[in-house]
């Protein structure tokens, strides 16, 4: 069983920072950051793996930033150069077991997930 839970959304103007967090149980081998904006579907946003191999989505590559530190459990996403399609609920997701991801975009990939947290980018 992997608990999750997310912290660190808010408001800011375009061009700006923000960084999340997601605590997390139990070492998931893979760990995800998705988002969901009003009347869109859930996409993936960046996977870090247990040897801190990651990956990110080209709509945010050289912007976002994830990260984990397994001495504090937390998985991080720092967000840089914000714009307003960034607005949206971000969602934290692990996968507890496996060697290998196949598309790790695809939500059910992940058998965990954290509540949410809302970013919001005003112009």
């Known amino acids: 069983q992997v608990q999750l839970a997310e912290s660190g959304g808010g408001s800011v103007q375009a061009g700006g920072s923000l960084s999340l967090s997601c605590t997390y149980t139990?070492?998931?081998?893979?760990m995800a950051w998705f988002r969901q904006a009003p009347g869109k579907e859930r996409e993936g946003v960046a996977l870090?793996?247990?040897?801190?191999?990651?990956s990110v989505a080209d709509s945010v590559k050289g912007r976002f930033t994830i990260s984990k530190d397994n001495s504090k459990t937390t998985l991080y996403l720092r967000m840089n150069s914000l714009k307003p399609e960034d607005t949206a609920m971000y969602y934290c997701?692990?996968?507890?077991?496996?060697?290998?991801?196949?598309?790790?975009?695809?939500?059910?990939?992940?058998?965990?997930w954290g509540q949410g947290t809302q970013v919001t980018v005003s112009k």
């Open positions: 870090i793996n247990s040897y801190g191999g990651a």
């Open positions: 997701a692990a996968r507890a077991r496996g060697s290998w991801i196949s598309d790790w975009k695809r939500m059910d990939e992940y058998n965990y």
């Open positions: 139990n070492n998931p081998v893979f």
